[in-house]
């Protein structure tokens, strides 16, 4: 299983980006899907998460209001909706799953490659 993030880009700040989650083995309902970001020097971040049985959503009070996740279980894919951007936004985004609601980077597994979010002022 790998879940593989792709969508990012450079963005000026009040914009929007749309990042995907491919998942490339099965999730099941017990799955949880999350995203997280790092910035440079910092650590992983939780940002958002879905529950793959009941989509269930959870959300960083950082981005609430903003940002929304999605998923489509015929795809097994999992998306971020980013609105209204700031320059805080800027780091990689991942996606990884884990075995129930989780906020710990820890916790989740299948990391891919993350992919880059820029937003400039």
């Known amino acids: 299983v790998q879940l593989q993030a792709s969508g990012g880009g450079l963005v000026r700040a009040g914009g929007s980006l749309r990042l995907s989650c491919a998942a490339s083995?099965?999730?099941?309902?017990?799955?949880?899907v999350g995203w997280f970001r790092q910035a440079p020097g910092k650590d992983r971040e939780f940002v958002a998460a879905?529950?793959?049985?009941?989509?269930?959503?959870y959300y960083a009070d950082s981005v609430k209001g903003r940002f929304a996740i999605s998923r489509d279980n015929a795809e097994q894919m999992t998306y971020l909706q980013m609105d209204n951007l700031i320059p805080e936004d800027t780091a990689v985004y991942y996606c990884?799953?884990?075995?129930?609601?989780?906020?710990?980077?820890?916790?989740?597994?299948?990391w891919g490659q993350g992919t880059q979010v820029t937003v400039s002022s």
């Open positions: 990884g799953r884990a075995n129930g609601l989780a906020y710990a980077p820890a916790q989740y597994k299948y």
């Open positions: 083995g099965s999730l099941f309902s017990s799955h949880v």
């Open positions: 879905i529950s793959w049985g009941r989509s269930s959503t």
